[in-house]
């Protein structure tokens, strides 16, 4: 089935499963002047179970890259010099875990990447060397254009105002790409409002249990005693409003943002990198004349002999530039609807907030509801 084909039957719905990947920081192993943050890599959609680094995530993105030059690849996190130094910030280590949730859930939702042995690879190998594992297993895999059934077909696909249409969406979906940014940024004060409201009511508690503690002009002791651990539940539930708010819809909102960065790189992507795609693509289609296959490839059978098949019957079309430039710019446009697609979900992240305030909300007016009142 082709990329374009996928993209156009899948649903909301399907989209939604944005928490079937799971990723937590493992024990660090120190050594004497670095340690290396690992990563406990679940899907639950998958049903897998991984410990990976950051240099496991770089090696499939750069695979992803060459595989697939025309989709929406997002980009990682920064490796940021300090995240292998001994004093590496708790901080940093949550961001960028909640980054990289990101990154592999966009990965793993894609109707075409996410089904690629590259990702099933990545999802289940458990070789202590990933990176060098994966990269010696599909480092030679021909990209796309070859691989894709569209590619032979693409030159006749692509009507003659792509190009045009795809340009049009360009700039749609940068205009997009500009609001959720503004969007992220108020989900994130929404956030910082509810853990900053937390830390006050915590303190303010603390100095109620201190006065009631201690004897005192105020009287009656039990009273405060009583009001600090209600005001200690608001805490509370305004820590849980906040953590409510961060997951359910501030790191979705960032998901939609990464999404629409990822596609904003596909054009100029397409631009800069075409001629030097193909030259790659025409020295794999060599390999596989001559058999020289490697890896992956050299022990899937099934998928060597649709490959030599594939290159056997249509060699002149896919060393063919044009039916390159026709190929991505049919997954360009594929790729914009992928992109609004996931922007559609703003309307579900919406109902959701609105949902996780009301029942915040709630549950801090009803602890408000149970402080005592004075004797």
């Known amino acids: 089935m082709s990329g374009r084909a996928r993209v156009a039957s899948d649903s909301v719905s399907d989209l939604l499963q944005l928490s079937s990947i ?36 770089q090696a499939l993105q750069e ?3 060459v ?31 909640n980054a990289l949730v990101r990154w592999l859930t966009i990965v793993t939702s894609h109707p075409v990447i996410g089904s690629d042995p590259m990702v099933k690879f990545f999802m289940t190998d458990t070789l202590t060397d990933h990176a060098t594992s994966l990269r010696e297993q599909f480092k030679n895999f021909p990209d796309e254009f070859i691989m894709n059934e569209m590619g032979a077909q693409a030159r006749e696909l692509a009507t003659p105002g792509l190009r045009s249409s795809v340009t049009a969406a360009q700039g749609q979906l940068a205009g997009l790409e500009e609001v959720l940014k503004r969007v992220a940024v108020t989900t994130e004060r929404l956030v910082a409002r509810s853990a900053e409201e937390e830390r006050d009511m915590a303190e303010f508690a603390k100095d109620l249990g201190t006065i009631g503690s ?130 559609s979900l703003l309307a579900n992240l919406l109902n ?13 007016s009803e602890v408000w509801k149970a402080l005592p009142s004075p004797k």
């Open 352 to 364: 959701t907030l609105a949902k996780v305030q009301a029942g915040g909300m709630d549950g801090i």
């Open 67 to 97: 595989r697939f030059p025309y989709r929406l690849v997002p980009r990682l996190p920064p490796a940021k010099l300090l995240a292998n130094v001994v004093s590496v910030s708790s901080s940093f280590i949550g961001d960028r875990t």
């Open 22 to 57: 799971s990723i937590e920081p493992v024990a660090q192993k120190k050594g004497l002047i670095v340690r290396h943050v690992e990563y406990c890599v679940t899907s639950e959609r998958l049903g897998t179970e991984a410990v990976r680094r950051y240099s496991d995530f």
């Open 214 to 343: 201690s004897a005192s002009v105020f009287g009656d002791t039990d009273f405060f005693m009583e009001s600090s651990k209600e005001v200690a539940r608001v805490a509370t539930k305004l820590g849980e409003l906040s953590s409510g708010q961060e997951a359910e819809v501030h790191q979705k909102v960032l998901l939609l943002v990464d999404v629409l960065q990822a596609q904003a790189q596909l054009f100029p992507r397409l631009e800069k990198g075409l001629a030097k795609d193909h030259k790659i693509g025409v020295e794999r289609i060599a390999m596989v004349k001559n058999r020289d296959i490697k890896g992956a490839l050299a022990t899937d059978h099934a998928l060597r002999e649709l490959l030599e098949k594939r290159v056997g019957d249509h060699e002149v079309v896919l060393s063919d530039l044009e039916s390159r430039q026709a190929f991505a710019l049919l997954c360009v446009e594929s790729e914009s609807k992928l992109a609004l697609l996931f922007v």
């Open 63 to 65: 695979l992803l890259l």
